[in-house]
C-alpha cells in the first residue's frame, strides 16, 4: 500500500518562500515518478513539477519553472521549494506517484497514489 504525506504548507507573503515534503512509504520508489499538482478553488487540478526517481529528471510547468525545485532524497521524500511565490500560486499542493511510466506526464490521470494535500496561501 503506498501511502503519500505531504507537510510544509502555510501562509506566506508574496516574494516569499515555502518548503513542502512528501514523505513516501509502502514500495520502493527507485523506478517511479513523483510529482507535484496543485488546484485552487474552481479550477482543475494542474501540474507543477515531477521528478524520475531513478536519475532525477526534472520536468516544470512554465508557470513555475526558475521558481520552483524539485528533489528528492535516499529516505523517501519529495520535495519542492517554492521560491518568488506569487499569489496565483495559491492552492491546495498535492504529492502524486507514478508507477506505470518511464517518461514524465503531466496529466493527472497517469498518477495513481495521491496525498492528502496541504495548503499553500500567498498574500499580496
Known amino acids: 500500500q503506498v501511502q503519500l504525506v505531504e507537510s510544509g504548507g502555510g501562509l506566506v507573503q508574496a516574494g516569499g518562500s515555502l518548503r513542502l515534503s512528501c514523505a513516501a512509504s509502502g514500495r520502493t520508489f527507485s523506478r517511479y515518478i513523483m510529482g507535484w499538482f496543485r488546484q485552487a478553488p474552481g479550477k482543475d487540478r494542474e501540474f507543477v513539477a515531477a521528478i524520475k526517481w531513478s536519475g532525477g529528471i526534472t520536468y516544470y510547468a512554465a508557470s513555475v519553472k526558475g521558481r520552483f525545485t524539485i528533489s528528492r532524497d535516499v529516505a523517501n521524500r519529495v520535495y519542492l521549494q517554492m521560491n518568488s511565490l506569487k499569489p496565483e500560486d495559491t492552492a491546495v499542493y498535492y504529492c502524486?506517484?507514478?508507477?506505470?511510466?518511464?517518461?514524465?506526464?503531466?496529466?493527472?490521470?497517469?498518477?495513481?497514489?495521491w496525498g492528502q494535500g496541504t495548503q499553500v496561501t500567498v498574500s499580496s
Open positions: 502524486a506517484a507514478d508507477t506505470s511510466n518511464v517518461m514524465i506526464v503531466t496529466t493527472y490521470s497517469a498518477y495513481e497514489y
